[in-house]
């Protein structure tokens, strides 16, 4: 026996200190002009009906060799437990890691967060399960007067951060626009992620440049508006 593997034999992960690994989700979507952000009613304490992101416990195994989920799988299965959405339709990206002692009341726990981008065309379809009793979703602007469960408020103001800082330069704005889209209408939906509004101006020759660089195209048809029929466009490449 090799000495490597005398020492996993021997080896009891129990005799050291080990905190609980969770995940939770940051999930988006823009909704009457806002945009919002989905959160649970805790029906369990710590935190018993209060609202907050969804999320849950990361599954360990009891040994060395079954060790296990992912931390991906975790979220993806999260997602789907506690919202009823398809995480295959869904954009889901790590975010940040949280591990602030005292963070959860019931012991030590660091959690991955994620953050999720929803169409506003699948927002309907989500439906409270898990560890929920109901599950809503909130204009971004009002989450200071929830007193979220957690760190959660921390977290959803580095998720919008993170996002915001993202739609200059990626193509993240694809999951709260539909298929195709005029300019006004992706303008739009910068000005809601941001919080203010978008000069037009400005606006058209950052599209132009996102056109030039083969991040937008032209798409078939026309979109019907008050004054004359205006051009459609889509993304190239779904992300970057």
């Known amino acids: 026996m090799s000495d490597e593997k ?17 995940v939770d989700l940051v999930i988006l979507t823009i909704i009457d002009a806002q945009l919002r952000v989905l959160l649970v009613k805790r029906k ?55 591990g602030k002692a005292g963070r959860d009341p019931r012991m030590r726990v660091i959690t991955v967060a994620y953050y999720a981008l929803v169409r506003p065309d699948l927002a309907p379809f989500v439906k409270a399960g898990g560890d929920a009793s ?41 999951d709260l626009v539909p298929a195709t889209f005029t300019i006004p209408e992706l303008r739009h939906v910068h000005g809601v992620v941001l919080g203010k509004p978008m000069d037009p101006g400005n606006f058209r020759r950052s599209f132009n440049r996102w056109l030039a660089e083969g991040r937008l195209e032209v798409a078939p048809g026309k979109r019907i508006t008050s004054s004359k029929p205006a051009a459609v466009y889509r993304f190239k490449r779904a992300r970057d």
Do not use: C
């Open 134 to 174: 109901d599950v809503e979703w909130f204009d971004v602007a009002v989450l200071s007067k929830l007193k979220l469960g957690f760190d959660h408020e921390e977290i959803v103001e580095m998720a919008l951060s993170r996002i915001r800082g993202k739609l200059e330069y990626t193509n993240i704005a694809f």
């Open 44 to 98: 369990e304490h710590p935190f018993k009906g209060q609202w907050a992101l969804p999320g849950g416990f990361v599954r360990v195994g009891e040994g060395p060799i079954e060790q296990g989920e992912d931390l991906d799988e975790a979220a993806r299965r999260e997602l789907k437990e506690e919202t009823g959405l398809d995480p295959e339709r869904v954009y889901l990206e790590q975010l940040f890691t949280f």
């Open 6 to 22: 005398a020492f996993l034999t021997a080896y009891r992960a129990k005799d050291y200190p080990r905190p609980s690994v969770a």
